[in-house]
């Protein structure tokens, strides 16, 4: 409980600059608080699960789960759910079971929920942030858009500056990140399997896979989101849709 305190300053960083962000800051930090309270008595159970299909069954849970949350950011895109599903899903498949097939991860329950949270998680926020760039991009663009278009470009010509400046935007965290591990942070995953006993090299190669693999998962669920949901923002004779988030 203690810990809620460190909400206080975005909270009030919130209110100070009426960012109006303060509710979502509050909810989001007591959601995250009670759900990993939940999971820290749940997780033995789900560890013991051996059917695979109950296994696979609760992957789909957590991808619908961050489906559900990433759709919120593209209210002004039709079929928001099921492109957010299908990308962050697509992620997964790409990803896990590369790891398991390489033997990167051992085919065990613990290993390939863990890394499918953090590839899942990972899908979720970046087609959640393609969403809200692309929005912010269309409002910044859309004049350059509207005369591309007159002057006879495809649909796909005329967005295809817009869509590169989204996907652009997504990788700059990956990508400073990847600058700068082990020069200026030391990742979280790699620190854990060290502080757990693990041998240094073997964390260190352990995390370069994650790294690696997380910065495709951003890659492709932004350019899935980007090149599955631009065309929604024109309507049937080819024009700009005045549409707002």
């Not at 979720?124 to 809200?132: I, K, N």
Request: aromatic share 12%.
């Amino acid at each position: 409980m203690i810990t809620l305190l460190f909400i206080v300053f975005p909270l009030a960083i919130s209110l100070y600059y009426q960012l109006k962000l303060e509710k979502e800051i509050f909810i989001s930090s007591l959601r995250a608080f009670l759900q990993l309270l939940a999971l820290g008595f749940v997780l033995s159970f789900i560890f013991s699960l051996t059917n695979w299909l109950h296994i696979f069954a609760y992957i789909l849970f957590m991808t619908l789960v961050a489906a559900i949350t990433a759709r919120k950011r593209g209210k002004a895109i039709p079929f928001a759910g099921i492109t957010s599903f299908c990308s962050i899903f697509i992620c997964w498949l790409i990803t896990v079971p590369l790891w398991v097939i390489f033997q990167v991860i051992p085919l065990e329950t613990p290993q390939v929920l863990a890394v499918s949270g953090m590839v899942i998680g990972n899908a979720m926020t970046s087609t959640g942030l393609t969403f809200h760039l692309l929005q912010r991009e269309y409002t910044q663009t859309k004049d350059l858009i509207e005369t591309k278009l007159a002057l006879g470009f495809t649909m796909y010509q005329a967005s295809q500056e817009w869509i590169q400046q989204t996907v652009r935007t997504i990788l700059i965290p990956n990508i400073d990140t990847l600058k700068t591990v082990g020069l200026v942070q030391m990742p979280g995953m790699m620190t854990g399997m060290i502080l757990a006993g693990s041998p240094p090299y073997q964390a260190v190669r352990f995390q370069i896979v994650i790294m690696f693999s997380i910065t495709a998962v951003v890659v492709i669920s932004g350019i899935m989101v980007s090149v599955a949901s631009y065309r929604f923002y024109f309507d049937k004779k080819v024009r700009l849709k005045r549409t707002e988030t």
